[in-house]
């Protein structure tokens, strides 16, 4: 009789459960949620010139990586000196459908333009973007490819606030 009880009051979590990983095996399509950009959308630069989002059907590390030539020469540009060292973090892949280069980490309260640097020396130029205190730091895709680090890699990277940031 207890059993009974347990397994009609299971079910109805477990369906739940299955609602929040609806099309996450690439079965069915769900509501794509307001990261899936519109194609029409996507293919089109932001207003401000920014980065390009990935197209809604993407699907490749090449489909999210939207960054340019020219982007890429930028984020890879030798750092300047005089960087303030904030702190050294374990990276994991960032949220892939969001452009740009860009660092996501509890060491900055606020957007500021810095860098990340692996051991060996690589480092890219990202915009610096504030995460929850406690929360672990994200990289976007196009600089862990710009940075050759395997996209399941958990690196430590070493974080610089770029000189002349406040």
């Known amino acids: 009789m207890q059993l009974s009880r347990i397994a009609l009051l299971a ?30 959308e996507s293919a089109a630069p932001a207003a401000t010139g920014g980065p390009v989002r990935p197209p809604a059907n993407a699907v490749t590390a090449d489909d999210f990586d939207t960054s340019t030539d020219a982007e890429r020469q930028a984020a890879a540009a030798p750092a300047q000196g005089g960087d303030a060292e904030l702190g050294q973090v374990v990276v994991s892949l960032g949220a892939a459908a969001e452009p740009g280069f860009w660092l996501e980490t509890p060491l900055v309260d606020a957007v500021t333009p810095g860098r990340v640097e692996l051991a060996n020396g690589e480092s890219a130029q990202v915009e610096l973007r504030p995460a929850p205190a406690g929360s672990g730091s994200r990289l976007s895709l196009p600089a862990m490819r710009l940075l050759n680090i395997p996209l399941t890699d958990l690196p430590e990277v070493t974080v610089y606030r770029s000189e002349g940031s406040a």
């Open 11 to 40: 079910v109805p979590a477990l369906m739940a459960g299955c609602s929040q990983v609806e099309g996450f095996f690439g079965a069915g399509q769900s509501d794509p949620g307001p990261s899936a950009a519109a194609p029409a």
